[in-house]
């Protein structure tokens, strides 16, 4: 007589789950591999090839000009003022979150983090102001 199958389930169960954690396979096994962000424009240039002026929506002159304005706002640790700005304009230019991510080697978290500092820089700057004069 066979057991109940409430009994084979559970032990084949436990059984896949054993092997899996005993070869290094599974969730629990090792940690996911670590991505390098790209720190300079020339890896981000790379990274997108000749399509960087399109994904960016401006030259990458403009870039370094906009980088050197916001640098002073922008937090010192963690990325680079650059990466942030990168991965802010390629979120503002209509970019998709999981191409970004994937592209510029960051945690979802990370890029709206860039955002929201980004944006507050560029909210912070005198020289950034927009006028719309209404007549």
Known sequence: MYPPVWQTAAA???TIASASMSR????????PPVVNTLPTLEDVQARYGGGFARAMRMPADAVVD??????????????SPLCRTALALR??????????????????ATLYRSLRKVIDAINA???QDLDFQLS
Do not use: E
């Open 125 to 127: 700057t005198p020289s």
């Open 91 to 108: 979120y503002l230019c209509g970019g998709s979150s999981i191409d970004i991510c994937a592209v510029f080697g960051v945690h979802p």
């Open 24 to 31: 290094g396979r599974g969730v629990l096994a090792f940690p």
């Open 66 to 79: 906009l980088v050197d304005i916001l640098r002073t706002r922008l937090p010192r640790r963690g990325l």
């Open 12 to 14: 084949a169960h436990v």
